[in-house]
């Protein structure tokens, strides 16, 4: 879609007030205070593909109704996810509704233009209303975020604001760059509850993240329940990094996890990682270690000392009965491998594993993704590779995920000292790890998917995800701090075209998020980098 940005018709009521306060008179038409306050469209994050602003604005009031299609429940659920978003800080009804009415918020489902995808939509904001129209639910929803985005930071609070509710008049056409832009939580060394998962997927919804990854194994920790392996959770699952108690996700908990993602249009990506990493499962069960000798719990952090037995079939038996069961309960297309520092495991053993595990996933039905390492070995048709080097990885690594980008195998992208959101953003961080180097927000937004890993074909590019480690983080406050504002980055590398790829307006538009972030409870850090308006 094209780059179609009009002088805001703002400037009218802007020189308006700028008169009325040069001359004492208080006297602002409501309409043009209204509109002074409202937020230029082209201010949201991610950046949307085509904005075109001006006509009258549309305030919300005591009357405005929520309208959506008589037959559409999917419309209808959104619209009251919307109601509960907006109904604490305006205090109003907000009915969410079929029937007709002349203004409002109009939720349309169905669209029949081909342009929009999956998850792309038509903002149209005007003095009767404010109409989202897309082809699909996703579609709707992200719409839904970026009307969040265009009323005032307050209609985020859970208590009720003073307004007005001005959302300024114009056109949004949007629809993402890529469709992977994920965020991944390693729930191993230290373990989340579901409710601290839900709250980061809601965080993640607002900037129109569709995936998480959950890093659901390591040597600290398994954290998810498989009936026939009871022990990688009762034994495997009972502490963390610094010896705490650890956690782990019943079944019922990982259906949650599940329910209540779809709810906010995100797809888990189940990650096991194997052959390394697994100190936890070979604690749990000695038949899994090639000696027979279980070793010790694992609570520190280092990596790559553990390796699964590649030779014995118990090892096969239970990537089987793992893959099968998470298989199972896992609507998403993505069963995570892992893969990565396998450093205990012979290069040979390693991708006789690997080729066993990617056919055991494929048995299942699911895409194997795993990380780059993976195309060490032979990724079979379809798979994805997570990249996550850094600009100083050799050339031949990268040539070698290049190549395998060459022969089909799909990326993502996840450069450790860009993306990765446990990276401390400067050395007085207080937590995070640096041995990717301080990732300031500048350099956290400032590369292109689209041409960042030399060779690869850009059509193999899926997207981008930015990780978050946790063996310095275990508080929803602790991720928020490292996340915000670097994520909101990464979702709009992964949603705006290049075209609007500009550092210099990217965090004045960030700066606007801060009040947003504020009303909602994140905790972000304020990088100097960032204008933040005072709050
Ligand atoms: C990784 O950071 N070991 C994928």
């Known amino acids: 879609m094209s780059q179609r940005r009009r002088i805001p018709r703002l400037f009218a009521p802007l020189l308006l007030v700028a008169a009325a306060g040069a001359t004492g008179v208080a006297a602002v038409p409501a309409a043009a205070e209204q509109a002074v306050r409202a937020r230029p469209l082209g201010q949201v994050i991610p950046a949307p593909a085509s904005v075109s602003e001006g006509g009258p604005s549309y305030a919300l009031t005591g009357r405005t109704r929520i309208r959506v299609d008589e037959d559409s429940r999917e419309a209808r659920r959104i ?20 029937r007709d009415a002349k203004d409002g918020i109009r939720l349309r489902l169905g669209s029949g233009d081909t342009s929009l995808g999956d998850e792309g939509y038509r903002l149209e904001s005007g003095r009767h209303g404010v109409t989202i129209t897309a082809r699909k639910a996703a579609g709707l929803f992200h719409g839904v975020q970026t009307l969040r985005q265009l009323l005032p930071a307050s209609v985020e609070k859970d208590t009720r604001q003073p307004g007005p509710w001005t959302v300024a008049g114009g ?20 373990f989340f509850s579901v409710d601290k998962v839900k709250t980061y997927i809601d965080q993640m919804a607002l900037y129109k993240v569709n995936k998480l990854h959950l890093h659901l194994s390591d040597d ?46 995100l797809e888990v990506v189940p990650e096991i990682d194997l052959p390394g990493h697994t100190n936890a499962a070979l604690a749990s069960y000695a038949e899994l270690n090639c000696d027979g000798v279980a070793p010790p719990l694992y609570t520190g952090t280092k990596v790559g000392f553990s390796s699964l037995c590649v030779p014995k079939d118990i090892t096969y038996e239970f990537v089987d009965d793992v893959v099968r069961e998470i298989a199972e309960m896992t609507p998403g297309k993505y069963i995570h491998l892992g893969g990565d520092e396998a450093h205990s495991t012979p290069h040979k053993d390693y991708v006789a594993f690997m080729d066993r595990a990617q056919a055991i996933v494929g048995e ?13 070995g032979n990724p079979v048709e379809g798979a994805v590779a997570q990249y996550w080097g850094l600009d100083k990885t050799s050339a031949t690594e990268k040539a070698q995920v290049a190549d395998a980008a060459k022969n089909g195998t799909k990326l993502v992208l996840s450069p450790a000292d860009r993306a990765y959101l446990d990276m401390k953003y400067d050395k007085s961080t207080p937590l995070g790890l640096a041995w990717a180097g301080y990732v300031e927000v500048q350099r956290s937004y400032d590369w292109d998917p689209g041409t960042y890993l030399p060779g690869a074909p850009a059509e193999s590019v899926l997207g981008v995800e930015a990780p978050m480690w946790s063996e310095t983080v275990w508080t929803n406050d602790q991720v928020e701090y490292m996340a915000f504002p670097r994520l909101p980055g990464i979702a709009e590398l992964g949603w705006s075209p290049a075209a609007t790829h500009d550092w210099d307006t990217y965090k004045v538009r960030l700066a606007a998020q801060g009040p947003r972030m504020s009303a909602l409870g994140i905790d972000y850090y304020r990088s100097a980098q960032v204008p933040w308006p005072a709050e």
């Open 220 to 265: 600290q920790g398994w954290r998810i329940a498989i009936d026939s392996w009871p022990r990688l959770t009762t034994y495997g699952g009972s502490t963390q990094v610094g010896g705490g108690p650890g956690g782990y996700y019943t079944k019922a908990d990982y259906r949650e996890i599940l329910r209540y993602a779809a709810s906010r249009h």
């Open 79 to 98: 619209g009251a996810y919307l109601a509960d978003i907006l109904r604490p800080s305006t205090g109003f009804e907000l009915p969410v509704t079929a």
């Open 364 to 376: 299942y039905g699911k895409t194997v993704m795993g990380w780059h390492q993976l195309t060490g």
């Open 171 to 190: 056109t949004i056409e949007d629809a993402p760059r890529y469709g992977y832009r994920g965020a991944m939580l390693d729930v191993s060394r230290h």
